[in-house]
């Protein structure tokens, strides 16, 4: 019945008339209300379709054409797509700049027309969005288009002769319906007019009426396919003893689904086939985009033709399944319904009752839903994903260079998250923001003692020898005490210990430490084989299992060199220069080189004589300069929380006259965290000559990584972001781990946190490839939510801690967190593991990072390209270009993708950005240039050879029977012509393959062998 009124079989909601989504599927048990059988069910009889469809959205998916489209996700298709609301809910298309802007639709037969709903972006109130303007601190509420206050409707009945039909000086924008009463096949809105400077923005552009039924079948992004039969797969029992609940899933948009309300959505009787098969793990856009509902961002222009208003509404997700044989639901017993990661915020129904809610990305939930199962029968499990409340409102880079499009600033306003989710200067926005059901989904039964994360702590004093420490949490969650014995086994270590839990409560067991001869140990990449043990854990109360896990575990000991002279805590570190005895007036601090991008800056400076009497405190002083408003005397105020910052170059001084000669013998200085790698400690008796008295050098000895007492070449990649819509399974994830193997590197450095899923940690040990870790702040910016940020951070840290490819954890990238959160993140990982914590991922151990463009490669060995630096890098890159497979499928099938064009642009190649391709342009060109140079002048030198080699060549053939010289070029091959005319060939030697390779070559002249 769709394809007999025009509309594409899997345009089942859209095409009602009149009538709202969720009006429709809300009148019966989902579409079949609304169609009939039918429509639906082959085999069923029905009446024969009425000759004209019924009053419906005639533009819904159509033809349409513009004027002009502003470089954004609003393609002129947007405005035709049926997701029609009023400000950044809706999706819709965005003119350039100007007045005059049209949009014509085709409705691709003569209609009957009875109204026209224009639903525009913008209405009365919302200001001017300044594009040009940062959007690092965008919300993602603003409105970035105008209304027409002036505009026509136009018809037409052969898209040639247009009649006017609409005209008006006085738009109000929001929603605004037109009645007609006309015949056309084309319609035209023009707008004379806008409510600001804003381009006009058109949310909306719908046809109501009737057409022909045999008009053409179109669909469209928001028409999902209605399923013949909406039956998942049968649940299966993992060999873990778990219930994995990735498949089956079906998700909609809220303003789809037939009810808001959970308890609803999760009975038993809702009919999801018009909903769409959802991928799990995934997201919202993974699951568009493998369903063929949206194309796939990463390729070509299509990130322009996915709609940020993906990341402004709520998605339903939806799993009807029947509890498989094998799951222990027998009386004691406790069934866990576990999430490893969602985005932004779930709220979960479980047969009709709320279980939970989770939020943000990286913490896991685990919801006892024992009293919430049906004993038999079928389980309805909904789940509410919400978007993050401040999404940002980025742009796409495009021919101009542009790099610093993103809204990646406003993300730590919905912290913990993905920081790079709104962009970044290296990457696009991710339109839905990653929401979704991002990471794995399961059901586990267990007795009242459930198992925690265990930690496994290894000490390798020499090669023959492992000291192993297990330390196995164990929660109780009945509502008594429990006695529970806690084993743990693998290779040659059995133990166990029994311990009392009490109600509601976790008990750490800490068995004692376990020597293992012989050990198989664990090697990074090149090092030695990445051995693994498999560690059995069970927890029992009397004779019954109550759980069980197994884990893989490395046997290795991470250990670390370096030296920090200065370590900066809650924004302040105190440094003492002890002085052989002195007597001057004048006491100079001079500093030489910076230790951060900023200048010196001290909270104080303080001159003690021999009874630690500070001598200095509420003198005259002075500085060369002064920075941020903090003049020298702060530093000498006697105030320790007021201080002086110098200009942000080296070789600044602050200094203080005492009044009069006076004897001293130490200086204390406070640091603010710019600190001074090196400076002296200089005195004067007239202001004017100095003498040195002290020199400091600050400069940290940057980390060194030691594996079971080795030190180990940190050689590797900084991973940024798996993948844009996260579609990063097993095997995809092993694959691109183990292709770092084939690299020869040691170690992946996960970027902000952007990467964490239980397969990276899974390939890394398998592997041998270290893994650097990072908390999801960056330049000292102060989070929100530190509760949340701290609660995911301790849960990220317990999940991952026994995986023998955990070396480090960072706490900020490109700076250090705030104290609060600093201090709190290092107490984490040092009471959770043995591994080392660190603030700053650029910083501190941490030599540097960049540079991000091409530059000679000479300049690297110089030290030119670091600045003159030598250490650890945190991260560094420029601009490349991947395999032609690789670029064909980045610039799309309709591209040739040279000469550089649009698809380059928005994927990456942005002049005004760190990455500034134009050198390495510049290089390629310059290459290329002395290339074409050497193969211009080889053509010359060979075509003087093959005329010698010709002479050479008639000279052999007058001996006719003879075997010729060699050539003059060294060939061993002549050819010539016999008088027969027929090619001849001579060589001089008889293999198979050289005669193949001289006839092939029976054209040319001389073919050396």
């Not at 409340?389 to 742009?395: A, D, F, Q, T």
């Not at 299992?545 to 490395?554: E, H, L, N, P, W």
């Not at 798996?722 to 694959?735: G, H, K, Q, S």
């Not at 899923?757 to 890394?764: G, M, P, S, T």
């Amino acid at each position: 019945m769709a394809e007999e009124y025009g509309i594409a079989p899997d345009v089942e909601r859209a095409e009602v008339a009149a009538v709202s989504r969720r009006h429709v599927l809300a009148a019966g048990t989902g579409l079949l209300a609304g169609f009939g059988l039918a429509a639906v069910l082959p085999g069923v009889a029905s009446a024969a379709p009425a000759a004209v469809t019924p009053k419906t959205d005639l533009a819904l998916f159509r033809p349409v054409q513009v004027s002009s489209t502003a470089y954004a996700a609003t393609p002129a298709e947007f405005a035709v797509d049926g997701l029609a609301q009023v400000g950044v809910r809706g999706s819709g298309w965005r003119a350039a700049q100007g007045d005059g802007q049209w949009i014509v639709v085709d409705l691709q037969a003569a209609c009957r027309i009875d109204s026209v709903v224009l639903t525009f972006e913008a209405q009365p109130g919302d200001p001017a969005f300044d594009a040009a303007a940062s959007r690092s601190r965008t919300s993602g509420a603003e409105v970035q288009s105008s209304y027409a206050t002036a505009f026509d409707l136009d018809v037409s009945g052969d898209g040639r002769a247009w009649r006017t039909v609409h005209h008006t000086d006085a738009g109000t924008g929001g929603v605004v319906t037109i009645p007609l009463s006309v015949t056309a096949r084309w319609v035209r809105f023009t707008a004379s007019r806008r409510s600001t400077t804003n381009p006009l923005g058109l949310n909306g552009f719908q046809v109501f009426g009737s057409g022909p039924q045999n008009r053409p079948a179109v669909h469209g992004w928001t028409s999902f396919p209605l399923r013949p039969h909406a039956d998942p797969p049968a649940l299966a029992v993992a060999p873990d003893g778990t219930v994995p609940l990735d498949s089956g899933w079906v998700l909609t948009m809220d303003d789809w689904a037939p009810t808001g309300d959970g308890k609803a959505l999760s009975a038993s009787t809702v009919d999801t086939r018009g909903w769409l098969p959802a991928t799990v793990p995934g997201t919202v856009l993974a699951s568009l985009v493998e369903q063929g509902q949206l194309p796939d961002p990463v390729s070509g222009m299509n990130q322009l033709h996915v709609p940020e208003a993906l990341s402004r509404h709520a998605w339903w997700y939806r799993r009807q399944f029947g509890l498989p044989r094998g799951l222990d639901t027998s009386p004691g017993r406790h069934v866990w319904l576990e999430f490893d990661g969602v985005n932004h915020e779930a709220r979960i129904w479980l047969n009709g009752a709320e279980i939970g809610t989770q939020s943000h990305p990286f913490g896991r939930g685990a919801f006892d839903v024992t009293a919430a199962l049906r004993r038999s029968g079928e389980q309805a499990l909904a789940v509410k994903i919400s978007p993050m409340p401040r999404p940002g409102s980025p742009g796409d880079k495009g021919a101009d260079g542009s790099s610093w499009v993103d809204a990646g600033g406003t993300m730590f306003d919905n912290s913990p998250t993905y920081l790079a989710v709104s962009g970044w200067d290296w990457m696009p926005a991710v339109r839905d923001r990653a929401s979704g059901i991002w990471d794995h989904v399961r059901l586990r039964s267990t007795g009242a003692a459930v198992l925690g994360d265990v930690r496994a702590d290894t000490k390798v004093p020499d090669a023959g020898t492992a000291e192993v420490t297990l330390t196995v949490p164990v929660r109780n969650a009945a509502a008594t005490a429990q006695r529970v014995k806690v084993s743990a086994a693998f290779g040659p270590v059995s133990v166990s210990s029994t311990v009392t839990v009490p109600a509601g409560q976790t008990t750490d067991v800490v068995f004692p430490k376990q020597v293992v001869k012989n050990p198989k140990l664990w090697w990074p990449n090149g090092y030695g084989d990445p051995n693994l043990y498999d560690l059995t854990l069970t927890a029992a109360i009397g004779a019954a299992t109550s759980d069980r896990r197994t884990v893989k575990i490395g046997l290795r000991e991470i250990g670390y060199q370096y030296d920090l002279p200065i370590v900066i805590a809650d924004g302040r570190a105190t440094q003492t220069v002890d002085l052989a005895p002195q007597t001057a007036r004048f006491v100079r601090m001079q500093g030489l080189k910076r230790a951060t991008s900023w200048g010196f800056s001290l909270w104080t400076m303080s001159v003690l004589d021999s009874s630690g009497a500070d001598v200095a405190q509420g003198k005259p002083s002075s500085s060369l300069s002064v920075a941020d408003g903090n003049p020298p005397e702060r530093a000498f105020d006697g105030d320790p929380n007021t201080r002086w910052t110098s200009a942000y170059d080296d070789n600044q001084w602050l200094q203080v006259d005492l009044g009069a000669a006076t004897a001293f013998d130490k200086v204390v200085l406070t640091w603010e965290t710019a600190y001074a790698a090196t400076f002296k400690i200089q005195v004067s008796q007239d202001g004017g000559t100095w003498t040195d008295a002290a020199s400091v050098d600050n400069s940290p000895k940057p980390l060194t990584f030691l594996v079971n007492g080795v030190k180990i070449f940190a050689r590797g990649g900084s991973w940024g972001w798996d993948e844009l819509p996260r579609r990063m399974p097993a095997e995809r994830t092993d694959a691109v781990v183990a292709m770092h193997r084939d690299m020869n590197f040691t170690l992946i450095r996960n970027w902000v946190g952007s990467s964490y899923r239980q397969e990276l940690f899974d390939a890394c040990d398998k592997y041998g490839i270290l893994l650097w870790n990072e908390f999801w702040d960056g330049w000292s910016t102060d989070p929100a939510n530190h509760d949340i940020f701290l609660a995911q951070a301790k849960d990220t840290v317990l999940r991952y801690r026994h995986h023998a490819c955990a070396t480090v954890w960072f706490g900020c990238n490109e700076g250090t967190p705030p104290p609060i959160i600093d201090n709190a993140l290092r107490d984490i990982v040092h009471s959770s593991t043995d591994l080392l914590y660190q603030g700053n991922s650029a910083g501190g151990v941490i030599t540097g990072d960049g540079p991000y463009y091409w530059q000679d490669p000479k300049r690297y060995f110089t030290g030119e390209a670091t600045g003159g630096k030598a250490g650890f890098w945190s991260e560094i890159g420029l601009p490349t270009v991947s395999v032609v497979e690789s670029m064909r499928n980045l610039v799309g099938k309709d591209d040739p993708g040279w000469p550089i064009g649009a698809p380059w642009f928005l994927h990456d190649w942005s002049t005004g950005g760190n990455q500034s391709p134009q050198s390495y342009l510049a290089a390629i060109d310059a290459r290329w240039r002395r290339r074409r140079a050497w193969r211009s002048s080889a053509a010359r030198r060979s075509s003087s050879t093959t005329r010698a080699c010709a002479r050479s060549s008639r000279r052999g053939t007058r001996n006719s029977g003879t075997t010729p010289p060699a050539c003059c070029c060294g060939c061993r091959t002549r050819r010539g012509t016999a008088r027969s005319g027929r090619p001849t060939t001579t060589t001089s030697t008889s293999t198979a393959a050289t005669t193949a390779r001289a006839r092939a070559a029976s054209t040319t002249t001389c073919r050396p062998t």
